[in-house]
């Protein structure tokens, strides 16, 4: 979906990750702030219920931090002078699905809501539809050392952005082949076509059909390009594997196994 459809998108696959693999929002509202009509509505509106406030339901960042199961892959881009979706709730968003390890991805440029379309292409060329179904596990990645930066979203008092690169990805690059994914071990190949000398990226295994953890358990692991060690589930039962070693020009193979 597009601008007001990239919300809609938004909105009904994160409430129905059973349905969509994955998603790809062009230039969405991740914090809704109007209604879609004509009619004027105040700072609180209420749902046919009498007791949903509709831009609490919207706030999707919100959304992402406080649910932690696995949700739609997500892969969308903006403009940074987006005049109908703003920058800062983007940058709210890619904060909020790294720090909850959900699976997405986010290009921008400097473009307004009709050029800043353009950055999905960057978003499909490392995370094609094919790469995601509802029966195949998955790498989320976080905090990947060559990402680049969006800045604050924060604006100065001509209201023009503090801060931040005018072009760049999270999240682009990578490479996997599907993971094994057997009841006592996960493991994928991972590389990034992008990274000009050895880069590091935080890894945690989604979407897993045979690979569950519960809060607590410690799980192994080993990296083909350096580095072992153990790390425990969280309390929702996810594990990542932090600064996972990727070479520039070649693969590495990341494993985890528990008893």
Request: hydrophobic share 35%.
């Amino acid at each position: 979906g597009g601008s007001m459809g990239a919300w809609g998108s938004t909105t009904l696959a994160f409430r129905h990750p059973e349905i969509f693999a994955a998603i790809y929002p062009n230039r969405p509202r991740t914090r809704q702030r109007g209604l879609p009509g004509m009619a004027k509505a105040g700072k609180t509106v209420l749902m046919d219920d009498g007791k949903t406030d509709y831009y609490e339901r919207m706030d999707m960042v919100r959304f992402a931090s406080e649910h932690h199961e696995d949700l739609s892959f997500y892969g969308w881009c903006c403009g940074r002078r987006d005049g109908f979706a703003s920058f800062k709730e983007q940058v709210d968003m890619v904060k909020a699905m790294t720090s909850n390890h959900h699976g997405f991805a986010f290009a921008w440029n400097d473009g307004d809501h009709s050029s800043g379309a353009a950055g999905m292409g960057q978003v499909v060329k490392y995370y094609p539809r094919e790469k995601f179904a509802l029966n195949r596990s998955y790498p989320a990645f976080g905090n990947s050392s060559i990402d680049g930066n969006p800045g604050t979203g924060e604006l100065d008092e001509a209201k023009k952005l503090k801060d931040g690169d005018l072009e760049g990805g999270i999240n682009l690059g990578f490479s996997w082949q599907d993971p094994m994914d057997e009841e006592g071990k996960w493991e994928v190949a991972l590389s990034n076509e992008l990274a000009k000398a050895e880069m590091t990226v935080d890894v945690t295994p989604r979407r897993c059909q045979k690979f569950k953890t519960k809060a607590g358990v410690a799980v192994k692991w080993a990296n083909t390009a350096g580095g072992s060690g153990e790390v425990k589930a969280d309390e929702w039962g996810l594990v990542t594997v932090e600064k996972v070693k990727i070479p520039s020009g070649a693969s590495t193979t990341l494993t985890l196994t528990r008893n």
